[in-house]
Each structure stands twice: as structure tokens, then as C-alpha cells.
């Protein structure tokens, strides 16, 4: 576990059907290994297995700070269509910390480049999203230089996936992508913001497939959001607070 990195908010439980560990197990291990944040973001209903609306909504139960650490109540939220449609209503998604939105084969069919690169971008322009989950997934390539632009200008955080590194995972494929993503946004000024995408608790904070990359693109600590809990909140809270104004306008 790498002590510079201090949060992770990709993160998987029992809710999400697939994952094994508790909020608890999850969190307790984070704490261990020397995390400040933690973010939960199981699985949207959309995912075969996954979670109930009623799961959302009573998210608020759980305490924001738990073994010493905070906790975050999040979603990983299932990209629908080529509009960008996601598979929870917006009431719903206002009342999480922060919001995920993914590419998963169960929800949507692999796209050529520019189908892909337009859905990413469709969604990227949704005021509701924070983070766009694991990009440079083989099955849906993207015009990277195009999409770190969009999400430059739309304050929203491109992912670079441990999970996605995994040679034996369902994205395996994509890891030159996912380095001219790194290199893209260290050119643009981006932060990237790293998951460990973990599905039981002892991955959780395992970013061990990605340090080579940041090694190679030399990517600066000031662009990876997980170096500091304040510099994460503060570049979700400026989404958020656009998504208020626009509303009382």
C-alpha cells in the first residue's frame, strides 16, 4: 500500500451481487492502511445482481466517519444508451456525495470510436457526474485527446482502473490506452483519479497496477487527486455547486 495516495471512492460490497465485504470490512481496512477517505459506490440496479433503489436511498444511515476515517456514500452509476442515459433518476443521484458513471457490457454493446467517444462525452456534460469510470475499456475505444478536453472543460475526473490493468480481467487490453489517457491529461492539466475498482476488502487503497504507469508518464502528484482528501472534494464540489446555481437560476 503506497502511504501518498489517501482515498479511494471506487469501491464495491456485498450490495453490489458480485463483491464479497461489508461497508465495515471495507472502510476498517482502509483505516489500517493509513487512508482519510473511503467512498462506497456499488453497483446501480441496471447490473445484473445489484442493488434496489430503496439501497440509495437509505444510504444516509451509514455514519460519515467510521474507524477514523470519512466515508463517502456514492453510486457507480450503468451508461444506458448513446445519450448518455443512467440507470438511477436524478433525485436520487443528488442525494449521493459523488457520482461514477460506467461503460458495462451487461447495460450497453460495445461501440466503435466514435460511438463511444460520444457517449462518454454525452455523459461527461451531465452536471450529476463526478468521475467517469474505468475509460479505455478495449470494447469501447475512445478519442482520448477529445475526451480529456470535454472532461477538462466539464470539471468532471477521467479513472485509471487497477482492476483494469489485471491481465485476467474482463478489460484487460487497454493498458497503452490507459497510458496516452495519463499522458493526455498530464498535458491538458487534468487530474486523474485513481480506483481500486476493489470487490473485497483487502484490495480496497491497491492502486499496484498503476504505479508503473504514473512511473512512465511521470505524472505529477498535484494531477493525482488521491494525494489529497481536500483536493478531491474541493474539484467535486465545484460540479455540484454548478448544478445548484442552474437550478435556482
Known amino acids: 500500500m503506497n502511504r501518498r495516495f489517501k ?58 466517519s467510521l474507524h477514523g476515517i470519512r466515508v463517502l456514500k456514492g453510486a457507480e452509476l450503468n451508461i444506458m444508451d448513446q445519450s448518455g442515459r443512467l440507470d438511477l433518476k436524478k433525485g436520487l443521484i443528488k442525494r449521493l456525495d459523488y457520482a461514477v458513471a460506467s461503460l458495462h457490457v451487461p447495460c450497453i454493446a460495445p461501440m466503435d470510436k466514435d460511438e463511444s467517444t460520444q457517449t462518454v462525452i454525452n455523459v461527461i456534460n451531465n452536471p450529476l457526474v463526478n468521475i467517469i469510470g474505468h475509460p479505455c475499456d478495449p470494447r469501447y ?65 491497491c492502486f499496484d497496477n498503476i504505479i508503473p504507469l504514473l512511473e512512465e508518464a511521470a505524472m505529477p502528484d498535484e494531477l493525482i487527486i488521491n494525494t489529497s482528501v481536500k483536493a478531491f472534494l474541493d474539484f467535486i464540489s465545484i460540479k455540484n455547486k454548478l448544478l445548484r446555481t442552474a437550478e435556482t437560476d
Open 7 to 64: 482515498l479511494d471512492v471506487h469501491t464495491h460490497t456485498v450490495a453490489s451481487g458480485h463483491a464479497y465485504s461489508t461497508v465495515d470490512e471495507n472502510v476498517r481496512y482502509a483505516s489500517e492502511q493509513g487512508f482519510e477517505l473511503v467512498g462506497i459506490s456499488d453497483h446501480a440496479p441496471k447490473m445484473p445482481g445489484g442493488t434496489h433503489n430503496f439501497y440509495f436511498l437509505n444510504l444516509r444511515i451509514i455514519p460519515e
Open 141 to 205: 475505444p475512445l478519442d482520448i485527446p477529445t475526451v480529456v478536453k470535454a472532461a477538462r472543460d466539464n470539471n468532471t475526473l477521467l479513472e485509471i482502473n487497477n482492476s483494469s490493468l489485471d491481465p485476467k480481467g474482463s478489460r484487460a487490453g487497454g493498458d497503452k490506452e490507459i497510458l496516452e489517457l495519463i499522458k493526455e491529461c498530464k498535458r491538458q492539466g487534468l487530474p486523474i483519479i485513481l480506483g481500486s475498482d476493489a470487490h473485497f476488502y483487502t484490495k480496497v487503497g
